[in-house]
C-alpha cells in the first residue's frame, strides 16, 4: 500500500475514528473502528519507523516503538517459500528474494534503532537480548493510552 494511505489510517486511529484492516494487496476499508474505551492499539508493519519520503512523520505517531530485530538472513527461507506458495520456481521465488526482499530487508533492518526498545530474535523467534534504540526517552508513557 502507499504510504500515505498508512499514514491515514495511523492519524485517524489516533483520532479515535475508523481505521482499515490490511491483507497483502488487499485493503478493506472500516473493518475495525478504534473507540475512546480502546486503551491499546498495536500497529505492525515494515516501514512505521522509515523517515524517508511519504513515510518521515510516522515514527511520530506512536506512544511506543518496537522493533523486532531478525538474524540476517531469517527470513530467506519464510520468503522464498512463501513465493513459491503463490506460484513461482524456486529459482524465480530466490531471484525476487534477491531481487526484492533483500534490499528492502536491509533498508527496514537500518530503521530499527528509530525504535525505543529494541528485541533481538534468534532463529527461532525467541528473544536474544532486547537494548533501547535513540527514539528511547525516560518516563516514556505518560498518562496517554499507548498507539
Known amino acids: 500500500f502507499q504510504a500515505e494511505d498508512g499514514i491515514r489510517d495511523v492519524e485517524r486511529s489516533r483520532g479515535l475514528g475508523d481505521v482499515y484492516k490490511r ?3 488487499e485493503p478493506a476499508e472500516a473493518r475495525i473502528t478504534v473507540g ?5 492499539v498495536l500497529v ?3 516501514y512505521l ?3 524517508e519520503g511519504g513515510w518521515r512523520t510516522v515514527p ?3 506512544n511506543l516503538k ?3 530485530e531478525l538474524p540476517a538472513g531469517a527470513n530467506r527461507g519464510p520468503l522464498v517459500a512463501r513465493h513459491m506458495r503463490g506460484g513461482r520456481s524456486r529459482e524465480e521465488a530466490e531471484r525476487h528474494y534477491e531481487r526484492v526482499d533483500l534490499p ?3 533498508w527496514v533492518q537500518a530503521t530499527g534503532d528509530e525504535a525505543d526498545i529494541v528485541v533481538a530474535l534468534d532463529r527461532e523467534h525467541g528473544i536474544a537480548g532486547m537494548r533501547r534504540g535513540k527514539g528511547y526517552q525516560e518516563g516514556h508513557g505518560g498518562g496517554q ?3
Open 44 to 46: 505492525e508493519g515494515n
Open 49 to 51: 519507523l522509515c523517515r
Open 36 to 40: 475512546p474505551e480502546d486503551r491499546l
Open 104 to 106: 528492502n530487508t536491509r
Open 23 to 25: 491483507q497483502v494487496h
Open 66 to 68: 518496537l522493533f523486532l
Open 145 to 147: 493510552a499507548p498507539v
Open 60 to 62: 511520530d505517531l506512536f
